[in-house]
């Protein structure tokens, strides 16, 4: 691709996780960084990816850094971290803080689905939100990925300098061509992405056993951490019907998305789950899977047939017949994905940001 600026920009996208060791595979800093950088460095522009430990090795001057969920996770690192961005920004850099979790708001630590499904205190939680927000006066612009996600940030912030990027299928992706569905058997896919989904799980679980029940040639496939035990005996006692694979790196997560006749993305009616992305239906339609889900915001931006909503445990089970007598796979749903959002317009409007904050 033609590149629009005279002189590349040199940007530097910083995951802010815990382990600097992983950060590469973390489907977050995946969809919210490395997405938008491919795209970058495809226009041309000198793009690179760290961990924020390494943000001061740095030595070059940059032009942008995007920073994914920055946190001063103790004295020591606040110290450091508060220096290096106020240098970066005298230096002319513009800096972005971007999260696609309702985790800067310490108010809200109770909702968040660690503390929910008993993985992770409150005092600890209320804790790293408060780190995160901490961070957000060093910052030019925030970014999110949902507008619920928006509304939050914007009583932080100034208003006018947040900006909804939702998320997008990956850049990779797109020479991956949908396969389809030759079993005889009735593929229902749940891919828990974190082992904090079991009570989001729990909405599902009788309508689930009701249709396997009724329908011995339907199969559920469960790829990721979920906490078995906590499962109702009805579900137990269908385990022949129950498929479990343990989680994929993300290098094959491709593979799994793209398996099965339908999957299910529910969710807790949560304020925290409220600003959450519709992932889930971006994966699944990308490989022209539907998707039922949980009436999050987000999720509401696509349309039948791709995702069908689902209030109640009525719903769940009636869905789940529906797609059971319509099993055949529908060709649009991956086009109706790009038309949603891209990898390429994400880019383009970080470009935007950072061209606006230059006339500012």
Same mark, same amino acid.
């Given at each position: 691709?033609?590149?629009?600026?005279?002189?590349?920009?040199?940007?530097?996208?910083?995951?802010?996780?815990?382990?600097?060791?992983?950060?590469?595979?973390?489907?977050?800093?995946?969809?919210?960084?490395?997405?938008?950088?491919?795209?970058?460095?495809?226009?041309?522009?000198?793009?690179?990816?760290?961990?924020?430990?390494?943000?001061?090795?740095?030595?070059?001057?940059?032009?942008?850094?995007?920073?994914?969920?920055?946190?001063?996770?103790?004295?020591?690192?606040?110290?450091?971290?508060?220096?290096?961005?106020?240098?970066?920004?005298?230096?002319?850099?513009?800096?972005?803080?971007?999260?696609?979790?309702?985790?800067?708001?310490?108010?809200?630590?109770?909702?968040?689905?660690?503390?929910?499904?008993?993985?992770?205190?409150?005092?600890?939680?209320?804790?790293?939100?408060?780190?995160?927000?901490? +961070?957000?006066?060093?910052?030019?612009?925030? #970014? =999110?990925?949902? @507008? &619920?996600?928006?509304?939050?940030? $914007?009583?932080? /912030?100034?208003?006018?300098?947040?900006?909804?990027?939702?998320?997008?299928?990956?850049?990779?992706?797109?020479?991956?061509?949908? +396969?389809?569905?030759?079993?005889?058997?009735? #593929? =229902?896919?749940? @891919? &828990?992405?974190?082992?904090?989904? $079991?009570?989001? /799980?729990?909405?599902?679980?009788?309508?689930?056993?009701?249709?396997?029940?009724?329908?011995?040639?339907?199969?559920?496939?469960? +790829?990721?951490?979920?906490?078995?035990?906590?499962?109702?005996?009805? @579900?137990?006692?269908?385990?022949?019907?129950?498929?479990?694979?343990?989680?994929?790196?993300?290098?094959?997560?491709?593979?799994?998305?793209?398996?099965?006749?339908?999957?299910?993305?529910?969710?807790?009616?949560?304020?925290?789950?409220?600003?959450?992305?519709? @992932?889930?239906?971006?994966?699944?339609?990308?490989?022209?899977?539907?998707?039922?889900?949980?009436?999050?915001?987000?999720?509401?931006?696509?349309?039948?047939?791709?995702?069908?909503?689902?209030?109640?445990?009525?719903?769940?089970?009636?869905?789940?017949?529906?797609?059971?007598?319509?099993?055949?796979?529908?060709?649009?749903?991956?086009?109706?994905?790009?038309?949603?959002?891209?990898?390429?317009?994400?880019?383009?409007?970080?470009?935007?940001?950072?061209?606006?904050?230059?006339?500012?």
């Amino acid at each position: 691709m033609a590149n629009e600026y005279p002189t590349p920009l040199r940007i530097l996208f910083v995951a802010g996780n815990k382990n600097a060791a992983k950060f590469l595979s973390d489907p977050a800093f995946i969809y919210r960084c490395q997405n938008p950088a491919l795209a970058l460095s495809d226009k041309g522009h000198d793009v690179t990816c760290i961990h924020y430990k390494e943000l001061s090795q740095q030595k070059n001057p940059v032009d942008l850094i995007i920073f994914h969920r920055p946190c001063f996770r103790d004295l020591k690192s606040r110290w450091l971290l508060s220096a290096e961005l106020k240098k970066r920004r005298k230096q002319g850099a513009m800096l972005i803080a971007d999260f696609d979790d309702l985790v800067f708001d310490p108010a809200y630590a109770e909702f968040s689905p660690g503390v929910i499904n008993d993985y992770v205190s409150l005092e600890q939680t209320y804790k790293t939100f408060a780190q995160h927000a901490k +961070t957000l006066n060093y910052f030019n612009v925030l #970014t =999110v990925s949902t @507008l &619920p996600l928006k509304e939050y940030a $914007d009583e932080r /912030f100034d208003p006018d300098r947040v900006f909804w990027m939702p998320n997008s299928p990956h850049y990779l992706w797109r020479d991956k061509n949908p +396969t389809p569905e030759s079993s005889d058997t009735f #593929t =229902v896919c749940y @891919l &828990p992405g974190t082992r904090s989904h $079991d009570k989001d /799980f729990a909405l599902i679980t009788e309508p689930l056993a009701d249709f396997l029940t009724e329908h011995p040639d339907a199969q559920l496939n469960i +790829t990721g951490v979920l906490e078995e035990e906590r499962f109702p005996k009805r @579900l137990k006692a269908l385990s022949k019907q129950i498929q479990w694979q343990e989680k994929q790196p993300y290098d094959n997560y491709w593979q799994v998305v793209n398996s099965g006749h339908l999957q299910l993305a529910p969710l807790q009616d949560t304020v925290f789950n409220r600003c959450k992305s519709a @992932l889930k239906a971006i994966e699944a339609n990308f490989f022209n899977r539907p998707v039922i889900a949980s009436a999050i915001p987000d999720m509401q931006r696509f349309t039948q047939p791709g995702v069908q909503l689902a209030n109640s445990s009525d719903d769940w089970y009636q869905q789940l017949t529906t797609g059971y007598l319509r099993r055949e796979q529908n060709h649009c749903l991956r086009k109706q994905v790009l038309e949603q959002y891209t990898p390429e317009q994400h880019a383009a409007d970080i470009l935007t940001c950072y061209q606006q904050s230059l006339s500012q």
